[in-house]
């Protein structure tokens, strides 16, 4: 579970672990990750923090030796960690015309979304196979998709990723590994990304990070690949509730 040191990431990872998964929380600050994890073990629930750069290869190596060395297989791959726009030294510049995004910033929003990914599907396939039956779970963006203006490093970086996701779900049909995205379909607020971060837009709407779970547990278990699926929307037409349940209030 990477980026489960806080927001959707920590969200999934305490859902998961709920349902009795031993889960590996994977980001770069050990404190988060320890957070995380004592909110699991407080339910009783089994964690391992890893602290990994994802877009670092030899960390990825370091990760895969390590849920090798204690668990021997993967079931689930969920990968949450990412870089947004606000994240890349100014957090008030949460758009930026293409033309001023500079190349180091466009590297390091593709090196942890898409190089990231990329790194830990080859590092992990072996463990996946092992597993018999595995899921990844690929966390996207409607930026995907929107067109919108100022984000053009973190749209097209989702839009690389979920063009991975396709790509290996293909590849990876008759390893029995299941691939997909799961998309957002709303602002999810957290501590860390709060509504102050993004200029407030006329009936946007914004959710808590458990809006995520359900989806992400049926991707995990359903062996469904292949698909793009939209977290609200989902919860709604599965009867996990609609918007009112999931509001961030
Ligand atoms: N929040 C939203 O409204 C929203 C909407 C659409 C899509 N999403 C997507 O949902 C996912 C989670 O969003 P969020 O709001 O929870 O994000 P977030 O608060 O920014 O958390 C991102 C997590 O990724 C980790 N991370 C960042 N770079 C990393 C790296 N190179 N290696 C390992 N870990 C790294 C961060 O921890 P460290 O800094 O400690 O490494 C952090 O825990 C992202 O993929 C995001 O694009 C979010």
Known sequence: MTG??????????????????????????????????ASIRARGGVAHPVVCDVSDERAVRALADTVSAEAGRLDVLVNCAALRM???????????PTVDVTVEEWD???????RGPFLLARALFPLLRAAGRASVIDVSAGAATSG????????????GLEALSRTLASEWRDAG??????????????????????????GARYVVPETLVPPAIHLATSGVSGQRILALAWNAANGFGGWERWEAR
């Open 4 to 37: 489960s040191g806080r927001g959707i990431g920590h969200a999934i990872a305490l859902g998961f672990a709920a349902e009795a998964a031993a889960v590996f929380l994977v980001g770069r600050t050990r404190e988060r990750l320890e957070d995380t994890a």
């Open 86 to 96: 606000h994240q890349l030294g100014d957090p008030t510049a949460y758009r930026k």
């Open 148 to 159: 919108e203006g100022g984000r053009a490093p973190y749209a097209a970086s989702k839009a």
């Open 177 to 202: 590994i299941a691939v997909n995205v799961l998309v957002p379909d709303a602002r999810v607020v957290h501590e860390d990304h709060v509504r102050g971060v993004r200029e407030p837009t006329a």
């Open 108 to 114: 390091r929003v593709m090196g942890t979304n898409v």
